[in-house]
């Protein structure tokens, strides 16, 4: 029911809207008006004025200059004479000559990289993809393994400890027992 309301209000809206748009023209004609054929007509009505115009002749032409002048680096190009420009090259003539040198460099390992073994990097992807999971899994079981060691060591470590105090107690125990052997002193 909610949903019946919510198509209603959105039909009535958009009703309203489209009034705006068309006005009482396109109520009353009970006919759809396209808008791409409205503004194709708009369009041709345009153009057949602007051809008409021999000033809007001039302008269409002019706008490619006006876009020109427009570039900001257009102003760089007035206000910066050829002497500037000139400073400008020589101040970073380091850095061009290392990225030439870096160019002839890409150049000379050209063929390497024109070479079958990268072309076939896409086909070797799926492999290199299945080994990083493997090795990702491998590595969780690592962490496992690892874990359960340090685990077995420390009940190892705390093993020995209760044998050894075990031992330690029946020694003394022992020791008890047998009591002094002669020609010892007593304590």
């Given at each position: 029911?909610?949903?019946?309301?919510?198509?209603?209000?959105?039909?009535?809206?958009?009703?309203?809207?489209?009034?705006?748009?068309?006005?009482?023209?396109?109520?009353?004609?009970?006919?759809?008006?396209?808008?791409?054929?409205?503004?194709?007509?708009?369009?041709?009505?345009l153009a057949n004025t602007a051809n008409?115009?021999?000033?809007?002749?001039?302008?269409?032409?002019?706008?490619?200059?006006?876009?020109?002048?427009?570039d900001p680096q257009f102003t760089d190009y007035i206000a910066v004479?050829?002497?500037?420009?000139?400073?400008?090259?020589?101040?970073?003539e380091d850095f061009l000559r290392t990225?030439?040198?870096?160019?002839?460099?890409v150049n000379t390992l050209q063929p390497y990289l024109d070479s079958n073994?990268?072309?076939?990097?896409?086909?070797?992807?799926?492999?290199?993809?299945?080994?990083?999971?493997?090795?990702?899994?491998q590595q969780d079981q690592n962490e496992e393994l690892s874990a359960e060691v340090k685990r077995l060591f420390e009940e190892y470590n705390k093993m020995m400890f209760l044998l050894s105090k075990q031992f330690a107690q029946w020694d003394e125990t022992l020791r008890k027992l047998e009591g002094p052997k002669p020609g010892q002193k007593v304590e």
């Open positions: 029911m909610e949903d019946r309301n919510n198509i209603e209000d959105l039909d009535g809206r958009l009703q309203i809207l489209e009034k705006r748009v068309y006005g009482d023209r396109g109520c009353k004609l009970n006919k759809t008006v396209k808008c791409v054929d409205s503004l194709g007509k708009v369009n041709a009505a008409k115009r021999e000033r809007v002749k001039i302008l269409h032409k002019k706008t490619e200059d006006l876009l020109k002048y427009l004479p050829d002497a500037m420009k000139l400073e400008f090259i020589l101040a970073e990225q030439a040198s870096m160019l002839e460099q073994h990268i072309k076939s990097v896409p086909e070797l992807t799926t492999k290199l993809q299945r080994l990083s999971q493997l090795h990702i899994k």
